[in-house]
């Protein structure tokens, strides 16, 4: 495999704090072909895309196999990101994703696993009213993932970590993993995250999540940039 494609946004965060220009890319929830990759790379210019791996309701989603696949073919930079449900155990959650999120080749398709820590609308899968508990959760989450030699990053907004933690100040015990962090003004800039949207202990973002919501190229993705 191209060595190209092993690199993950964990390590290209490093290498880019001190370019002028912003590397932008998407984060997707449905699957995408190759040619939708190549419109958004002539058309937006992006350079890698994040997919869900894992749903709220609790199963692999294994339309990011395919998603990413076509992404690397297309020459793009493969993430995903892990929705999780507190119904399931997060060892359980660890060991499903890791064994499934592999091409045909028993190969990783993806660099860095975002765990997605906002509201979760399904019932039986939300996050508790336990604030204590759910840090608790999300610490043996990432833990059970690094237990595979998996990286891992945090995807979550100041509104969402204060209120799944109770304070955007809360469970700060994941500064050595990077975070991944929404905020829909559309700058891809992290002038907003030094100017009070900090949470979580994190001195310094990787990513920003600046557009959501949005059709591309007949695509619907969020907006990217680091």
Not at 20 to 37: K, L, M, P, W
Not at 99 to 113: C, E, K, L, P
Not at 124 to 152: E, P, R
Not at 154 to 160: A, K, L, R, V
Request: glycine content about 8%; aromatic content about 16%; some cysteine.
């Amino acid at each position: 495999m191209n060595k190209k494609f092993l690199l993950s946004l964990f390590l290209l965060v490093a290498l880019s704090i001190n370019s002028a220009n912003a590397v932008i890319g998407v984060d997707v929830s449905d699957s995408i072909d190759e040619d939708t990759f190549n419109c958004l790379i002539d058309n937006y210019g992006i350079q890698f895309v994040i997919s869900r791996g894992y749903q709220s309701i609790g199963n692999v989603d294994y339309n990011a196999i395919d998603t990413n696949l076509n992404g690397r073919s297309a020459g793009l930079i493969t993430d995903v990101y892990l929705f999780p449900c507190l119904a399931v155990d997060p060892s359980q959650i660890a060991s499903d994703f890791v064994s499934s999120m592999v091409d045909g080749n028993g190969n990783d398709v993806y660099g860095t696993v975002w765990i997605d820590v906002e509201y979760n609308p399904s019932s039986t899968c939300a996050w508790s009213s336990d604030i204590d508990y759910n840090c608790s959760f999300l610490s043996n989450l990432v833990s059970s993932l690094q237990s595979y030699g998996k990286l891992v990053g945090i995807y979550s907004s100041q509104y969402q970590w204060s209120t799944i933690f109770g304070d955007e100040g809360n469970c700060p015990y994941f500064t050595s993993i990077p975070i991944w962090y929404a905020h829909y003004d559309g700058s891809a800039s992290f002038d907003d995250w030094y100017n009070g949207l900090s949470f979580g202990g994190w001195s310094d973002p990787a990513i920003k999540q600046y557009d959501g919501d949005e059709t591309a190229c007949g695509a619907g993705v969020d907006f990217n940039f680091y």
